[in-house]
């Protein structure tokens, strides 16, 4: 299974390629855009989020609702793109319309100056904000959707909460599945704690109103999933690398943790480890420190994730950057920004990890039809069920 995902911000649409489903799986697109939904909710988004309302529509690989093995391509309209035909048309620009929208003073912690360099955009840094921003995850949270739909047939389930806003620390060590169940997806700021959401909406609040942002930490847990997928092999098919690759790659995020990784770190190995204990449906832990990951290999055990992302790098009271046409001091650029994002943070994860979790149970049970798939799953389970 692979992914690849397309489309500026405030271009015509973004795209999701995902090549490598088997046919004969059943597609709800209410599921997909439930998830869009999910992501855009949330307090302390700024003003785009008024104007879009994120759909799926099928370009490819999709007939009557069932997959055809083709690759699966997904498309999401940018709402606003009526507001930049001019700047961002692919053909031909309006140059007095795209002066007044250039970007020549990057903003410390976006992707701004090092992609000007890398990809010679010293003229207008939209040429670099356009794809970098955090837009692009809405593509992959519709191509995760149908992941998610994918793996419910195996009674995989993931879940997410934000465990930390800014100072405001929740729940410090690793989530379980129940604790994010509590979360409530219409809550404003997607916790697990109901009951402490007004004091936090009151800090976005606050720190909206200093024209600062903030960030945070998510836990993400996935549920069912059965023991073997990934491989200790080769290091490439790690699992726990191959999901600290996706979370990490998700815009923002500068940490990801596996299970107790940082709190098993500072205490013995005795404390570290999860002990194996007979059980009636077969062997079991009696802790998940490691996550339901050992050499990179999933132990039946639930998927713990946590994911630390900064804050919001568009700040209203900017801070000291350099005007590239001047090279003379200047603050960095701002327009409107979201004050945090970490509520749809919590959803993209899911959706990230889904993709990454269905391509492994694809890459150890697939076959060209879902009924394949299934066949093979089942005869694997039948070998487990002995032990
Ligand atoms: C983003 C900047 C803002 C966010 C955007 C991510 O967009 P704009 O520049 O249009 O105000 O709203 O996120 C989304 C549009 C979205 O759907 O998540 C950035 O610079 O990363």
Partial sequence: LSLITAGESH???????????????????EAIDRELARRQHGFGRGGRQKIEKDQVEVRAGLRNGVTLGSPLVLAIRNRDFENWAKIMDPWETDPAQ????????????HADLAGAWKFNHREDLRNVLERASARETAARVAAGAVCKQFLANFGVEVRSGVLALGEKVLHPGPPSFELLAQVDDHSPLRTPFPEKEAELVAYVEAVKHQGDTLGGIVGVVARGVPPGLGSYTQWDERLDGQLAQAVMAVQAVKSVVIGAGWEVALGPGSKAHDPIVPGTRGLRRSSNHAGGLEGGVTNGEDIVLRAAMKPISTLREPLPSVDLATLEARPAAYERSDVTAVPALGVILENVVAFVLARAFLAKFGGDHMDDVRASFEAYQKRLAGW
């Fill in 11 to 29: 271009g015509p649409e973004l795209l999701a390629v995902l090549s490598g489903l088997p046919s004969g799986l059943r597609l709800s697109r």
């Fill in 98 to 109: 795209a002066a007044r929208r250039q970007v020549t003073a990057p903003r410390p912690g």
